[in-house]
T-cell receptor, first 112, second 111 residues
């Protein structure tokens, strides 16, 4: 089944404790992206990747890191999480940046 | 960079009526304009998209119109049904540019 998977789905952590949210797709998509969703603000792009080893900042990259070592995986790293990073996070993938994006199920992160 | 505004933020219609959601964008280089639907507790899913070389696109009860001169595009849903109740997001981008969504419109279809 073609899909985008994210793990974990829910995470409660404390300020400063490094965490990684994994994202994987099995559709051979070149483009992958991370978004955060907050009430009233819609979906805001954090980072995106046009292909392996190519990553670019979105609108809200501060406090996040990403890597794209393999085509199928695009992990999101929070090296020192803060409460303002409490949000719902979505990973998405697509054949290109101007084609349909397929979203993962979301990761609800709470930073205390 | 690109900025996308979306109106209204909430919209209630009677079942069977039409609903229209409007978006404006700032970057004249943007040439791809998708619309995503997000049902409660679910992930966003594409419902329709339009590129700058066409002015209108239709798919059954859903249509999107684009006015490049005015830099705005609209989603039209006809004969609304309860299952159309969701949050709708517009977006604008062009190749190599980051992807920018509007803040969303919560549509409620009342029986």
């Amino acid at each position: 089944e073609a899909q985008v998977t994210q793990n974990p789905r829910y995470l409660i952590t404390v300020t400063g404790k490094k965490l990684t949210v994994t994202c994987s797709q099995n559709m051979n998509h070149e483009y992958m992206s991370w978004y955060r969703q907050d009430p009233g603000l819609g979906l805001r792009q954090i980072y995106y990747s046009m292909n392996v080893e190519v990553t670019d900042k979105g609108d809200v990259p501060e406090g996040y890191k990403v890597s794209r070592k393999e085509k199928r995986n695009f992990p999101l790293i929070l090296e020192s999480p803060s409460p303002n990073q409490t949000s719902l996070y979505f990973c998405a993938s697509s054949f290109s940046d101007t084609r349909e994006q397929f979203f993962g199920p979301g990761t609800r992160l709470t930073v205390l | 960079g690109e900025n996308v505004e979306q109106h209204p933020s909430t919209l209630s219609v009677q079942e069977g009526d039409s609903a229209v959601i409007k978006c404006t964008y700032s970057d004249s280089a943007s040439n791809y304009f998708p619309w995503y639907k997000q049902e409660l507790g679910k992930r966003p899913q594409l419902i329709i998209d339009i590129r700058s070389n066409v002015g209108e696109k239709k798919d059954q009860r859903i249509a999107v119109t684009l006015n490049k001169t005015a830099k705005h595009f609209s989603l039209h849903i006809t004969e609304t049904q309860p299952e159309d109740s969701a949050v709708y997001f517009c977006a604008a981008t062009h190749p190599g540019q980051n992807f920018v969504f509007g803040p969303g419109t919560r549509l409620s279809v009342l029986p």
